[in-house]
């Protein structure tokens, strides 16, 4: 169970969460570590896990946000780093199915978005969406679809292209108790890459606590 430490969130509270976790229009959900660390290069999968230290917490949020999307989506280096994962809130995380399943979709469609068009095919039913998009383009294209609750599981060059066109509205941020240390050009990214987003400001909505993790919520 995670401890409540502030919540400005109304709405129904949902399983351990312990408040709404729906958000409006398009969140982000990532883990970095404390000192900012999101994607090791040399990851044998996905860094999200690594850098979470297999937080069960983590897990529960990664699933319980799943849940609630209409869809999610995510760029192709995500899907490239780790060409065997589900990204489902079933297959996070077994263990709080039913709970998923009262809430909204065990297994919300999947969009990657490659502009090369070099993408494994992922494991999962998908829509690719190939050629060189604005983020805007990305996102009329999967509400084209109908869908209105967005969740971007990453990875930071896709969140910061999104996030510099405006179209981020929430950030769940895991704050994962580790360090990694950075290197010139090691290859190991932020939260964001490659863009200037000159210091856009966010509003603290939640914090919860579970051990030594961090769950913060943001809206833009
Ligand atoms: N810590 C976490 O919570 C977390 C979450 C997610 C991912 N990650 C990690 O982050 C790393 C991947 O992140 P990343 O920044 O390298 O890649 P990414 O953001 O997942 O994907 C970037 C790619 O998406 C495609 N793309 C982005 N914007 C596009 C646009 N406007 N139009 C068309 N295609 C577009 C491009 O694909 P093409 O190259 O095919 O053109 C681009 O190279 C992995 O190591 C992953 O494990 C960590």
Same mark, same amino acid.
């Given at each position: 169970?995670?401890?409540? =430490?502030?919540?400005?969130?109304?709405?129904?509270?949902?399983? $351990?969460? $312990?408040?709404? &976790?729906?958000?409006?229009?398009?969140?982000?959900?990532?883990?970095? %570590? /404390?000192?900012?660390?999101?994607?090791?290069?040399?990851?044998? $999968?996905?860094? #999200?896990?690594?850098? %979470? $230290?297999?937080?069960? +917490?983590?897990?529960?949020?990664?699933?319980? /946000? @799943?849940?609630?999307?209409?869809?999610?989506?995510?760029?192709?280096?995500?899907?490239?780093?780790? &060409?065997?994962? =589900?990204?489902?809130?079933? +297959?996070?995380?077994?263990?709080?199915?039913? !709970?998923?399943? *009262?809430?909204?979709?065990?297994?919300?469609?999947?969009?990657?978005? %490659?502009?090369?068009?070099?993408?494994?095919?992922?494991?999962?039913?998908?829509?690719?969406?190939?050629?060189?998009?604005?983020?805007?383009?990305?996102?009329? *294209?999967?509400?084209?679809?109908?869908? @209105?609750?967005?969740?971007?599981?990453?990875? &930071? #060059? =896709?969140?910061?292209?999104?996030?510099?066109?405006?179209?981020?509205?929430?950030?769940? !941020?895991?704050? %994962? &108790?580790?360090?990694?240390? @950075?290197?010139?050009?090691?290859?190991?990214?932020?939260?964001?890459?490659?863009?200037?987003? *000159?210091?856009?400001? !966010?509003?603290?909505?939640?914090?919860?606590?579970?051990?030594?993790? !961090?769950?913060?919520?943001?809206?833009?």
């Amino acid at each position: 169970m995670m401890e409540v =430490l502030f919540d400005r969130v109304p709405g129904e509270p949902a399983g $351990g969460y $312990g408040g709404n &976790p729906r958000w409006d229009g398009l969140a982000v959900n990532f883990v970095e %570590s /404390l000192d900012g660390v999101t994607a090791l290069p040399d990851a044998p $999968g996905e860094s #999200g896990a690594i850098v %979470s $230290g297999g937080s069960k +917490a983590d897990k529960f949020v990664m699933g319980l /946000l @799943r849940a609630c999307a209409d869809a999610v989506l995510i760029g192709a280096g995500t899907l490239r780093a780790a &060409p065997n994962d =589900l990204w489902t809130a079933d +297959a996070i995380n077994p263990d709080a199915k039913d !709970l998923y399943r *009262r809430i909204g979709k065990l297994q919300p469609p999947l969009y990657v978005v %490659s502009g090369s068009g070099n993408v494994p095919q992922p494991k999962q039913p998908a829509l690719i969406l190939t050629g060189k998009m604005t983020a805007q383009q990305i996102v009329d *294209r999967v509400r084209a679809d109908g869908h @209105r609750r967005i969740l971007c599981e990453g990875g &930071p #060059g =896709l969140f910061s292209e999104l996030a510099a066109a405006g179209l981020v509205d929430e950030i769940f !941020l895991t704050l %994962s &108790p580790r360090l990694y240390g @950075r290197f010139p050009a090691d290859g190991r990214k932020a939260l964001t890459d490659l863009r200037d987003l *000159r210091g856009m400001p !966010l509003e603290l909505r939640s914090l919860r606590r579970e051990g030594s993790h !961090l769950f913060l919520r943001y809206r833009r």
